[in-house]
């Protein structure tokens, strides 16, 4: 056995692989790695070059097969995971996700130790069909009774755990990087956008995302000369996507802007006036969080991970209610946050939601399931810390009003 080793798995690959999942592995595995542990992660065949390199960012990286498949990639892809972790005998799996946790008694049965970070209830997304519910349920409920420590990245989720399971969660939400506001909008004036006056959204193109929601309330506001920017791409083919990009080719006042990662995404973010999220379904929103990092206005659904970042009732509206949107979207794209306003939330955003601090929370975890001892004090990673310093309070504090 590999005593310092940690085998993660459930998520399709990074860097530059969408999803809040790979969001969150990405940042992770590396600060865990900076903190003295040596990192494994199983990355899925057709998200991953065969030629790529073997170690990223000091990460070792295992591309496993799995076929490019909506309802078997991810469990094809947890079994050949387990049949793996079973042969290297790592000090501890990592699992996150509900449905690559369906092998969590696999890999107790043969001694192993094994964490699963739920990340949400994906049984609620719309384009599941029965028989994937079936499987993710199951997932579940094996993952949350059989894991020997549970992680949830939201309080709603820890307390549907608890509730549900009768078990102990650790709350470790998912974080943000910190930076420096970007300047320059090539990017944004590529795309037919104009900085300032642009509503933005960032998510798969999936039915739980919700976009044409917006698209709909945006269309019936009918601002003068805003434009709304919607960056995202089709995982898998589906008929919501394809609904999606045909009514949205019908308007100049629309942009389709793909996937979008690095300056690109950046600039994106640093230029928009509101940033809105209608989705009917999250674990703790990356995306949010990161609208958040640079100090924008948002507009939110009134769902549960939604309403644990957000709590003012002017940047809230029922899930599907697409003229309340509309309503606010007209409401908040005439008030406009200045410098300073979007400064402060920058740095509440940061004591909150710091990698660094939650890489960090998660090794405590490790530890403790080891039965090994950390000094934290001697611990040191670099990162964005505001104005305001490290925090001294956990990552995930109080709610902000934004």
């Known amino acids: ?27 992770l595995a590396p600060r865990v790695v900076e903190l003295g542990r040596r990192v494994t992660v199983c990355m899925r065949s057709p998200y991953v070059a065969p030629d790529a390199p073997k170690i990223w960012r000091g990460v070792r990286v295992l591309r496993l097969w799995t076929v490019s498949n909506k309802y078997l990639e991810t469990l094809l892809h947890s079994v050949v995971c387990a049949i793996v972790a079973m042969v290297r005998r790592p000090a501890l799996v990592h699992i996150h996700g509900i449905g690559p946790a ?13 964490v699963v970070t739920h990340h949400g209830e994906d049984y609620n997304r719309e384009k599941w069909g029965w028989a994937a519910r079936m499987v993710l349920r199951t997932g579940e409920a094996v993952g949350m009774r059989y894991a020997n420590r549970r992680i949830a990245v939201s309080r709603s989720i820890g307390d549907l755990i608890t ?13 943000v990087i910190f930076s420096d506001v970007p300047q320059q909008s090539e990017r944004v004036v ?15 193109l999936v039915p739980e995302k919700r976009q044409l929601d917006l698209l709909h309330a945006f269309l019936a506001a009918a601002l003068p000369g805003w434009k709304l920017a919607i960056v995202g791409k089709i995982d898998h083919q589906n008929e919501y996507a394809d609904r999606l990009a045909k009514e949205a080719a019908g308007h100049d006042s629309v942009v389709m802007a793909g996937f979008q990662t690095g300056d690109g995404l950046r600039q994106l973010y640093a230029h928009a006036a509101l940033f809105v999220l209608p989705s009917s379904h999250e674990g703790l929103p990356i995306v949010l969080l990161e609208a958040l990092s640079y100090g924008l206005p948002v507009l939110v659904s009134d769902i549960a991970p939604n309403l ?14 697409c003229e309340e949107m509309r309503a606010k979207l007209s409401t908040l ?29 998660t090794l405590d975890i490790y530890d403790d399931l080891l039965g090994q001892k950390r000094a934290r004090a001697n611990v040191a990673l ?13 990552a995930y504090g109080r709610p902000v009003n934004h």
């Open 1 to 27: 056995m590999s005593r310092r080793e940690i085998y993660m798995f459930g998520f399709r690959g990074f860097p530059q692989v969408q999803g809040g999942i790979e969001t969150h592995a990405e940042n």
């Open 102 to 114: 369906i092998v969590t008694p696999l890999l107790r049965a043969v001694g192993l130790r094994v």
């Open 163 to 175: 509730s549900k399971y009768g078990k102990p969660c650790e709350v470790v939400p998912n974080g």
């Open 333 to 361: 794209t005439v008030s406009r946050r200045n410098a300073e306003e979007r400064e402060e939330v920058r740095r509440q955003s940061a004591l909150r939601y710091d990698w660094s601090d939650i890489a960090l929370r």
């Open 190 to 204: 590529e795309l037919g956008l104009e900085p300032g006056r642009y509503v933005l959204t960032v998510g798969r």
């Open 382 to 394: 670099a990162g964005w810390t505001g104005s305001g310093g490290r925090p001294q309070q956990s």
């Open 308 to 321: 644990e970042v957000v709590t003012d009732p002017e940047h809230i509206f029922h899930v599907g209610d």
